[in-house]
């Protein structure tokens, strides 16, 4: 995108933002594609290297074959404490220290949200976060950090240090329901806001991409940063197509010099 168009749209959503009361921002995978971390649907995504049916919760559950190759894809991959916000996650944060941001809804697992220093409280994580694993029997929920090292020292497949029972990722597999009351305080959210940004989703997965759907029926304004073309673009106010990093800090900027900070 040429600077002078993103500059124009950048504003147009400064503008909007300036006059929002409660905002919301809506992440998927490409937010954090700058940060290192691959998307699913994107050329060179997840979805080009592995097979979806692998990650159901039936096959992880029923089979150790399956548990083992999870848990070594995820070590391989997702499973990092190493990436950082880059600028689109810090922008975001910027907008809520400004007093701007009700809250961050995100298909993400990756923490970078709360890394970059939106409070937990203000981040409803709909798929769940790949900082910690749960045991399937006992409900003992482990910091990533305890159980990683063991992946590391070679274990295949770990189990709870309480009580020997089935560990996963606290993360939502194909086949499991979304966590019931974040889908709930989510929903309720986006309908309250607005204003909804869109940022790094293809809004394809359900129910996530119902929230964007939310926020425009009960009469919310909605920017969509993307790469890609989405199926609610023609419900959009601005559309951005530009990397979420320098998109978001051009409308972030924006922002800024129009409260005089
Ligand atoms: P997706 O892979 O379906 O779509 C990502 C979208 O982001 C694409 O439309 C792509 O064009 C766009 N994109 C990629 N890089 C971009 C960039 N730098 N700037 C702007 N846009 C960019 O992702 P999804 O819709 O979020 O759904 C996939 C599911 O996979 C999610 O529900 C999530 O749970 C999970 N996932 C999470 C992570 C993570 O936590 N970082 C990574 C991969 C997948
Ligand atoms: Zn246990």
Not at 4 to 20: F, H, Q
Not at 22 to 51: M, Q
Not at 171 to 187: C, K, N, R, S, T
Request: glycine share 8%; aromatic share 6%.
């Amino acid at each position: 995108m040429e600077n002078r168009d993103l500059n124009a749209l950048a504003a147009r959503a400064a503008d909007l933002i300036v006059g929002s009361q409660k905002l919301v921002v809506f992440t998927g995978a490409g937010i954090s594609t700058e940060s290192g971390i691959p998307d699913f649907r994107s050329p060179g995504g997840i979805w080009e290297r592995f097979d979806p049916d692998d990650f159901t919760i039936d096959k992880f559950r029923s089979s150790p074959d399956s548990r083992r190759k999870q848990w070594r894809i995820l070590k391989e991959g997702l499973l990092t404490d190493k990436a950082a916000p880059n600028a689109a996650h810090i922008a975001v944060a910027e907008l809520y220290r400004m007093g701007k941001l009700d809250c961050v809804i995100t298909q993400n697992i990756d923490n970078l949200h709360q890394k970059a220093g939106v409070p937990d409280d203000r981040v409803f994580e709909l798929h769940g976060n790949m900082q910690f694993v749960l045991c399937l029997d006992c409900g003992r929920r482990y910091p990533l950090g305890d159980i990683k090292p063991r992946l590391d020292r070679g274990e295949e497949i770990p189990d709870c240090l309480e009580c020997r029972g089935m560990l996963k990722p606290d993360i939502v597999m194909f086949g499991e329901q979304l966590p019931y009351d974040v889908l709930q305080e989510a929903g309720r959210r986006a309908m309250a806001s607005d204003l909804f940004i869109v940022i790094g989703s293809t809004l394809v997965v359900y129910p996530a991409a119902f929230m964007p759907l939310y926020a425009v029926e009960a009469g919310a304004g909605l920017i969509i940063v993307n790469l890609s073309a989405t199926p609610m673009d023609d419900r959009a106010a601005v559309v951005i197509r530009a990397k979420a990093g320098e998109a978001m800090s051009a409308v972030v900027a924006g922002v800024k010099e129009r409260l005089g900070r």
